[in-house]
């Protein structure tokens, strides 16, 4: 159970990384995540065949897959959007909605009731939204590709709730991973005509010289291979033996520990805590940031609970992030 309850850790811990090396990577938002799907699913290739985990799609579920794979690229460039023109404390808050937003997609997509408590969390998230969009307006950019990414979350989680009992998980990685980077790839020449100088080729540094930390293709490699991969693997072997509970609680400290290493890796509590060029206090982004936190407790409490709790979210999520 503590080698399990490690291993559930160390994979939010990964996925919270990736905050970190999305803003370390030079390249802008759209072709890094080309760069990230491709070398995910290229990774994920090998593990299948290696393993003997081949496992036959159906037709109709192909086109499930491919949908959630472009869903899930649009998620990707919406966060790391949010992390340039924002930063990664901003786009990790905006993204902690997610939970909500799916409470509330819910019922929409797999016919259930919809819960009036939901609601209120629901709104209680997007008043604290608008309170840091109204005290932070210089990020207000950032701030709306956030909760675009919190969205499409929502979105995909949702719709992969409907499939996941029927596939691997690795195979479903595998597919969305594929999918996603072909649309991504069908779209780059729409960027370039309108961003033509979009940079496409990763900056490459010695790993022996004192620039090494500016290699964005060692950057790509441990965000597609430790934060997607192995974060995966990790998670679902964790999932075996852990109850709900713990599960979901882990699951829910990923904005925190990204926030944390975002606070570590680039000083960022001096740039959302403090007002800008002063050391007075950030009050709006604080009670903001308090609202969207206070929602998400009190949505994961509502999760905890017997009738809520799903031993099968990370299945559901796929082990993306």
């Known amino acids: 159970m503590k080698n399990a309850l490690i291993q559930m850790h160390l994979a939010v811990l990964l996925w919270g990384f990736t905050g970190v090396l999305g803003r370390a990577i030079s390249l802008d938002a759209p072709v890094l995540v080309w760069y990230r799907m491709l070398l995910t699913a290229l990774f994920m290739a090998i ?3 290696y393993r003997k985990q081949w496992v036959p799609v159906d037709r109709r579920d192909m086109t499930r897959l491919a949908f959630i794979g472009v869903l899930i690229s649009l998620h990707w460039v919406a966060f790391y959007a949010s992390i340039k023109f924002a930063n990664i404390s901003i786009a990790l808050v905006c993204l902690s909605t997610a939970s909500i937003f799916t409470s509330i997609l819910d019922p929409l997509v797999n016919k259930g009731r ?42 995909f989680t949702v719709l992969n709730k409907k499939i996941a009992s029927q596939y691997p998980a ?42 090494w930390l500016h290699n964005d293709w060692l950057w790509l490699v441990i965000m597609s291979l430790c934060c997607t991969v192995w974060a995966q693997s990790l998670a679902l072997t964790a999932l075996k033996r852990l109850s709900s509970f713990t599960v979901t609680l882990s699951v829910n400290l990923e904005p925190v520990y990204g926030i944390l290493l975002a ?14 060029g002063s050391n007075d206090l950030n009050w709006g982004f604080l009670s903001g940031m308090g609202l969207i936190l206070l929602s998400v407790v009190l949505q994961m409490l509502r999760l905890l609970k017997p009738r809520f709790a799903a031993s099968g979210f990370l299945k559901e999520k796929g082990g993306i992030d």
């Open 47 to 49: 593990i299948l065949f």
């Open 114 to 155: 919809r819960d009036p408590q939901e609601v209120a969390l629901g709104s209680l998230a997007i008043v604290g939204v608008y309170l840091i969009y109204r005290f932070q307006q210089f990020y207000g950019l950032g701030i709306a590709f956030g909760i675009a990414a919190a969205i499409l979350s929502s979105v």
């Open 170 to 211: 690795r195979t479903m990685v595998f597919y969305e991973m594929t999918t996603g980077w072909v649309f991504l790839t069908l779209l780059l020449p729409v960027l370039y005509y309108f961003i033509p100088h979009t940079r496409f080729v990763p900056y490459t540094a010695s790993l022996l010289g004192k620039n």
């Open 263 to 276: 606070f570590v890796f680039y000083n960022e509590n001096r740039e959302i805590i403090f007002n800008k």
